[in-house]
């Protein structure tokens, strides 16, 4: 299951993204927004990261103008590592190298084509574990007070 998010700025793409996904047999969540009115992206971005955070769906994608505010808002969850992508190559890194578990893109930064190939190798690039997997628990450990002391040991 993919939470799905986005705010006005990215609403028109992520309709492309849902046919996409559907078009792949993939099912999703959509956590809004729902229309092209002006709204606020941590409002969308927050119950999409805890639906991810808590298991609930496996993978999320988020939206906005950017594709940074609603990356910024959903990392504020435990557990979530969102990332901003605008090229095959920093999808492709993130996924073997962070095992980002929520794509976010920019409707005004790419066009259709460029972000479909984008959310394709983030949601099928596999994470390499091994050293990466250390790193991703020293971020991890980042997340609680008693954690971040034993890292400044
Ligand atoms: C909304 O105008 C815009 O600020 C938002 O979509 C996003 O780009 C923020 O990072």
């Given amino acids: 299951m993919i939470a ?9 793409l992520m309709q492309a993204v849902k046919k996409h996904l559907d078009e792949l047999g993939l099912p999703w969540h959509d956590f809004g927004t729902w229309s092209e009115d002006s709204c606020d992206y941590p409002d969308y971005a927050a119950p999409a990261a805890r639906a991810v955070a808590s298991g609930e769906c496996d993978r999320g994608i988020l939206i906005c103008g950017t594709g940074i505010g609603i990356a910024i808002a959903a990392n504020k969850i435990r557990g979530i590592r969102a990332a901003t992508c605008s090229d095959c190559f920093s ?9 980002a578990n929520m ?18 190798i983030f949601l099928t690039t596999p994470f390499e574990g091994g ?16 954690g971040e002391e034993a890292l400044l040991d």
């Fill in 4 to 12: 799905l998010a986005c705010d006005h700025g990215g609403f028109a």
């Fill in 91 to 99: 999808a492709e890194a993130t996924r073997r190298h962070n095992d």
């Fill in 103 to 120: 794509l976010a893109m920019g409707a005004r930064v790419l066009g259709e084509g460029l972000a479909l190939k984008i959310v394709d």
């Fill in 131 to 146: 050293r990466h997997q250390r790193r991703i628990d020293k971020i991890s450990a980042l997340e609680s007070a008693s």
